[in-house]
């Protein structure tokens, strides 16, 4: 019901900044939150941020005020930007949606992007 398209993924320099972008597609309408997680390998999968509807934003503690989500609703994306990027940061970046629908909850992932940190 929903495709996501991620893109902005690359290398960076330590302090660096990125912006992050995921177009939603199909069935937007039932879209409840967004957001963007990561994962390192050999990790678990974290979450980074999160933006819901209603416009209320959610941020892991790592970000420390780094990062800042935002959304375009005339064009169903949501952007990460990312500044004073650490080598830490070196991840794969997921994009979320979460509907709600019918029978209940789903979840859509992008395909992932990656994102590196180093000098």
């Known amino acids: 019901q929903v495709q996501l398209v991620e893109s902005g993924g690359g290398l960076v320099q330590p302090g660096g900044s990125l912006r992050l972008s995921c177009a939603a597609s199909g069935n937007i309408f039932s879209i409840n939150a967004m957001g963007w997680y990561r994962q390192a390998p050999g990790k678990q999968r974290d979450m980074v941020s999160t933006?819901?509807?209603?416009?209320?934003?959610n941020y892991a503690d790592f970000v420390e005020g780094r990062f800042t989500i935002s959304r375009d609703n005339a064009k169903s994306t949501v952007y990460l930007q990312m500044n004073s990027l650490k080598p830490e940061d070196t991840a794969v970046y997921y994009c979320?949606?979460?509907?709600?629908?019918?029978?209940?909850?789903?979840?859509?992932w992008g395909q992932g992007t990656q994102v590196t940190v180093s000098s």
């Open positions: 979320k949606v979460t509907t709600y629908v019918g029978p209940g909850w789903r979840h859509y």
């Open positions: 933006i819901t509807s209603g416009g209320s934003t």
